[in-house]
């Protein structure tokens, strides 16, 4: 193939990419769906029931009320009052719009909603949003870090008795939080070394480089408010623990009425994997890639012998499916309710990003 037809064929894929990734996320999820039986998981569902449903809607509503309270509160600290409804229903559009897309397009809709309906600056906006994600990612890495200690101390009387590829549930636990550690220090590095980080990362992506540069110039604006709103940051920090931990426990209601007893600590903290996973925009809502995170993470504590025992596999993984499945019909609900309530496309969002 000449250069020619080479290029040729790059601008058709690049043009294309955002098709492509959909059929491919569409395939993965068919080929999932076969993997674990249709019909089973359809009775799974039904296992579940109304009850189950209700409950997972009661509970996945008072996240996201935590959640809008504490984004209002955060503005707050910006010296910049927000509207309630403004922060609830910008956080449904954002939620609903990184579920369709791969390209994590919700975070700069929830910037230009919030700057367009309380008449801010761009500027503070970005910030506010800035500020969000980063507390919310120390939360995720402090409660990761407290499950895996509980787990830990509690693991002793099967540590020697389950073994998974010659090692123990306790050295798989110790190098998550190696793991986990490491990536809150290199965190850490890029909000105190941000040159330094960002040069290495613009030799593997300059766009990530870019897009990483803006989010922490963002946050370290927002923050210096932040020394004379010191109560307010304090309340953030603590409303971020129970919309973290009630978010991630809600497969709980899925988990228990299919007879599983699998420890409530371990499921937090598989489903803070798959949120972790969602991160890297690799297929819509993480699509295909979360539920295996998290089933496989499971698997390791209670899969006879973790991946080689398929059928047990499988089992678990429908139940992340489920969660997923739940999740989305909701956010396609309230989210798709929130883009209408201010008639947002997603046209106008890919150029908000730009």
Request: charged fraction near 15%; charge should be positive.
């Amino acid at each position: 193939m000449n250069e020619e037809s080479r290029s040729k064929v790059l601008i058709w894929l690049k043009r294309r990419k955002r098709l492509l990734i959909g059929i491919a996320t569409i395939l993965l999820l068919i080929v999932m769906v076969y993997f674990v039986d249709f019909p089973s998981l359809v009775d799974k569902i039904l296992t579940v029931g109304i009850l189950g449903l209700i409950l997972f809607i009661i509970s996945y509503t008072v996240a996201f009320i935590l959640r809008a309270y504490k984004l209002k509160l955060i503005f707050k600290g910006l010296d910049k009052e927000i509207a309630y409804s403004t922060s609830y229903f910008s956080i449904g559009a954002a939620f609903v719009i990184n579920d369709l897309t791969p390209a994590k397009l919700g975070d700069f809709a929830k910037i230009f909603i919030i700057k367009d309906k309380e008449n801010i600056r761009l500027s503070e906006s970005a910030a506010g949003i800035a500020i969000e994600r980063v507390l919310d990612l120390i939360l995720l890495f402090f409660i990761s870090c407290f499950a895996l200690l509980y787990l830990y101390l509690s693991s002793y009387g099967v540590a020697s008795e389950r073994l998974i590829l010659g090692q123990t549930i306790q050295f798989y636990i110790v190098i998550g939080a190696i793991f986990i550690v490491g990536i809150l220090i290199l965190f850490l590095l890029l909000l105190y070394k941000t040159d330094t980080i960002l040069k290495v990362i613009k030799k593997l992506s300059p766009k990530l480089a870019h897009y990483l540069g803006r989010f922490i110039i963002n946050f370290k604006e927002g923050m210096k408010n932040f020394k004379y709103h010191k109560k307010e940051l304090i309340y953030i920090i603590l409303l971020g623990f129970p919309t973290w931990i009630i978010d991630a426990a809600i497969i709980a209601i899925i988990v228990y009425p299919l007879g599983y007893d699998f420890n409530i600590f371990l499921l937090i903290l598989a489903k803070i994997l798959t949120f972790f996973s969602k991160t890297f925009p690799i297929t819509p809502g993480g699509w295909g890639i979360s539920e295996n995170v998290g089933a496989l993470f499971i698997s390791f504590f209670y899969a006879p012998s973790s991946i080689l025992f398929p059928e047990y596999y499988t089992q678990i993984l429908s139940i992340f499916i489920i969660d997923h499945l739940f999740r989305s019909a909701y956010l396609l609900i309230f989210g798709g309710y929130s883009i209408l309530h201010y008639n947002l496309s997603l046209k106008e969002i890919q150029q908000m990003k730009k």
